[in-house]
């Protein structure tokens, strides 16, 4: 029996019904992620910092094989709704950097003069979230798509391979890489000194508040959703990659430790890679 045909015999037909089930997939698996830091409960800071690098590698490749490209392909090929939306993700992120202390609070758990005190760090530890969120959001909308087109019709085939089992892929894929990210947000708290029980569940739950219900809205509202994925992947991968040179790799760079952060980064951009092969 394929795995098409054990989906439906599982969870029907109905597109909230998948919807759901995307959401709850993608967002369990970026919990999953999150939990990993018990298994690790006492990483040095040069640990801290390769771990910090293959996060940055994660969501660089993430950037563009699982938002830039795709929104490209849902434009029909025109860059412009994907570079409208990267625009504005970066603009949305560099005015967040004004609003609040830099990441650094956050990531080191030392403070600055520009940044002292227990509501500096909480504004660090919303600027980083926001950033992964961004990231999340235009995925669970991308996921909720793919299964509400699906649901339209089971049988359906695009270039000859199952529509259904291009969405099922799909989902994997972006649940598979919320496994590292969540992860990489934990390590982050870890650094910050925050409670490692705490944080990896409301990781898991940010997740889920944000990719459960978007899954869910593309899943019923196909033909209101898809035509704004370019501009909100495009959206997410900008505000993903400004953080990503304005904070991570900067901070990971700071303490001596740049060959095992720029290693760690290597790696996180092979895995990436390397899943987006594996899963198509």
């Known amino acids: 029996m394929s795995l098409e045909s054990q989906f439906v015999d599982l969870f029907g037909t109905n597109a909230l019904v998948w919807g759901l089930v995307g959401g709850l997939v993608i967002a369990g698996m970026n919990l999953l992620g999150a939990c990993l830091v018990f298994v690790w409960p006492d990483p040095s800071e040069p640990e801290l910092d390769g771990l910090l690098g293959f996060a940055a590698g994660v969501m660089l490749s993430a950037s563009y094989t699982s938002l830039i490209l795709p929104g490209i392909e849902l434009a029909g090929g025109s860059l412009v709704p994907v570079v409208v939306g990267f625009g504005l993700g970066v603009l949305l992120l560099d005015q967040a950097d004004e609003w609040v202390p830099h990441v650094h609070v956050f990531v080191t758990g030392r403070t600055r003069e520009e940044g002292r005190g227990d509501d500096a760090r909480v504004a660090s530890v919303l600027l980083f979230i926001v950033a992964i969120t961004l990231h999340n959001m235009p995925e669970g909308l991308a996921v909720g798509v793919g299964l509400g087109s699906a649901a339209l ?128």
Not at 232 to 252: C, K, Q, R, Y
Not at 259 to 265: E, I, S
């Open 153 to 280: 019709d089971p049988t359906a085939t695009v270039d000859g391979q199952s529509a259904l089992g291009n969405a099922i892929s799909l989902m994997f894929a972006i649940g598979i890489q919320n496994i590292p990210e969540g992860f990489a947000v934990s390590v982050a708290a870890v650094n910050a000194g925050l409670g490692k029980r705490f944080y990896a569940a409301f990781a898991g739950i940010r997740a889920g508040l944000v990719e459960i219900p978007l899954a869910l809205f593309g899943a019923l509202a196909v033909s209101v959703a898809a035509p704004i994925l370019p501009y909100a992947m495009g959206f997410a991968a900008g505000g993903m990659l400004f953080v990503i040179s304005d904070e991570i790799v900067p901070e990971t760079h700071a303490r001596g430790n740049e060959r095992v952060a720029t290693l760690g980064t290597m790696v996180g951009v092979l895995v990436m890679l390397s899943l987006d092969v594996a899963l198509g």
